[in-house]
């Protein structure tokens, strides 16, 4: 397995660069909520930088957050622990916290939430920057305008939708710097949901596509998709298809229950540190793969199951490679690349 040891020191400053992108400023609160499994490693360093800066700073532990792959479950009941999660201005937390009743009280209250969720050696090399940021920013500008969107390859995907416009668009540029905002450490990527019934066509997965929920694994054999009025209808291929039908199809919570076939948020990355070639460094070491599987410049991100107002635990993340990606007619994405300037945080770089 790839691993690069950090140094305590340069971890810890590193977090301090991370407080700046957050825009902590003095006389703000960080609280560091963890479990039982979370990094003491990243904790201290996280908690050191706070002192540095003359910032409060302190860890609640649980004994187990919500699972990655689930979205939208809470496992915090204790209203105490609530009620000092909203007291704090920035919130660290080591697992996800989309659409859960304790993520929405935080942001409602004000609170930023920093997701963390990768290992050292990848926090370091998948800080944001102001670039990013304004990459990202220029991308969610065009999401939010655009009414219909359509995503074609030359593997055979021809997939259409229109995006919900009452659903936010989330854009993810790896800093809680705004009052009420979520971002995840590392993340540089656009997302929408489609409005429900609209997403309709054929979706292609190819060899050397990455899975990344509920597995952590680079795809062996093509996955042919057929959806109609929002929903997955058939399933089609090798092996893969077979676990990607069966993941779901176990996560039904009754024979007729569809909710894991529909289609859930639809992005693209744009972190030019992130790297395709991780899924094979790290295969199978979800803790190194949940940023930069999902930043990776011009990757398009196919997902199923859970929505605004649907929650199922038949969520399935999957970065695609080599997608052309329109936005009312305008490729913004083309084969997999980045094409629209405003995207392109550095235009020398090749990605994949």
Same mark, same amino acid.
């Given at each position: #397995?790839?691993?690069?040891?950090?140094?305590?020191?340069?971890?810890?400053?590193?977090?301090?660069?991370?407080?700046?992108?957050?825009?902590?400023?003095?006389?703000?609160?960080?609280?560091?909520?963890?479990?039982?499994?979370?990094?003491?490693?990243?904790?201290?360093?996280?908690?050191?930088?706070?002192?540095?800066?003359?910032?409060?700073?302190?860890?609640?532990?649980?004994?187990?957050?919500?699972?990655?792959?689930? #979205?939208?479950?809470?496992?915090?009941?204790?209203?105490?622990?609530?009620?000092?999660?909203?007291?704090?201005?920035?919130?660290?937390?080591?697992?996800?916290?989309?659409?859960?009743?304790? %993520?929405?009280?935080?942001?409602?209250?004000?609170?930023?939430?920093?997701?963390? =969720?990768?290992?050292?050696?990848? =926090?370091?090399?998948?800080?944001?920057?102001?670039? =990013?940021?304004?990459?990202?920013?220029?991308?969610?500008?065009?999401?939010?305008?655009?009414?219909?969107?359509?995503?074609?390859?030359?593997?055979?995907?021809?997939?259409?939708?229109?995006?919900?416009?009452?659903?936010?668009?989330?854009?993810?540029?790896?800093?809680?710097?705004?009052?009420?905002?979520?971002?995840?450490?590392?993340?540089?990527?656009?997302?929408?949901?489609?409005?429900?019934?609209?997403?309709?066509?054929?979706?292609?997965?190819?060899?050397?596509?990455?899975?990344?929920?509920?597995?952590?694994?680079?795809?062996?054999?093509?996955?042919?998709?057929?959806?109609?009025?929002?929903?997955?209808?058939?399933?089609?291929?090798?092996?893969?298809?077979?676990?990607?039908?069966?993941?779901?199809?176990?996560?039904?919570?009754?024979?007729?229950?569809?909710?894991?076939?529909?289609?859930?948020?639809? &992005?693209?990355?744009?972190?030019?540190?992130?790297?395709?070639?991780?899924?094979?460094?790290?295969?199978?070491? #979800?803790?190194?793969?949940?940023?930069?599987?999902?930043?990776?410049? &011009?990757?398009?991100?196919?997902?199923?199951?859970?929505?605004?107002?649907?929650?199922?635990?038949?969520?399935?993340?999957?970065?695609?490679?080599?997608?052309?990606?329109?936005?009312?007619? %305008?490729?913004?994405?083309?084969?997999?690349? =980045?094409?629209?300037? &405003?995207?392109?945080?550095?235009?020398?770089?090749?990605?994949?």
């Amino acid at each position: #397995m790839y691993r690069t040891t950090i140094p305590a020191s340069r971890l810890t400053s590193v977090f301090r660069r991370q407080y700046e992108l957050c825009n902590v400023k003095s006389g703000e609160s960080i609280a560091f909520l963890t479990d039982l499994t979370s990094n003491q490693e990243i904790v201290a360093a996280g908690l050191s930088a706070a002192a540095e800066i003359g910032n409060a700073a302190y860890e609640i532990r649980v004994a187990q957050g919500p699972s990655v792959e689930t #979205m939208g479950e809470s496992p915090f009941s204790s209203p105490g622990l609530i009620e000092a999660l909203c007291k704090a201005d920035l919130v660290i937390t080591f697992f996800t916290g989309f659409f859960s009743p304790w %993520e929405r009280a935080i942001r409602t209250a004000g609170g930023r939430i920093l997701n963390l =969720l990768d290992t050292p050696d990848q =926090l370091v090399r998948l800080q944001g920057s102001p670039k =990013l940021k304004a990459a990202v920013v220029a991308a969610r500008d065009m999401v939010r305008k655009a009414a219909e969107v359509r995503v074609t390859s030359a593997a055979g995907t021809d997939f259409t939708w229109v995006k919900d416009s009452a659903a936010p668009v989330f854009h993810h540029y790896g800093a809680a710097d705004e009052r009420g905002r979520m971002d995840h450490w590392g993340q540089g990527m656009v997302g929408m949901f489609p409005r429900d019934g609209s997403a309709n066509g054929r979706v292609v997965v190819k060899p050397g596509d990455v899975w990344i929920l509920p597995y952590a694994r680079i795809v062996q054999s093509r996955i042919e998709i057929e959806v109609r009025d929002g929903f997955i209808r058939d399933v089609s291929g090798a092996v893969d298809a077979k676990m990607f039908s069966y993941w779901l199809d176990s996560c039904r919570k009754s024979p007729d229950d569809l909710d894991p076939y529909a289609i859930s948020h639809l &992005g693209w990355g744009l972190n030019p540190k992130a790297r395709w070639d991780d899924i094979v460094r790290y295969e199978n070491s #979800m803790e190194n793969l949940q940023a930069a599987m999902r930043s990776y410049p &011009g990757s398009f991100l196919f997902s199923t199951g859970p929505g605004p107002a649907r929650k199922t635990k038949g969520h399935i993340d999957m970065p695609m490679n080599d997608c052309t990606i329109s936005l009312d007619g %305008e490729v913004v994405v083309k084969d997999g690349r =980045l094409i629209h300037p &405003g995207m392109i945080v550095d235009p020398d770089r090749t990605y994949h």
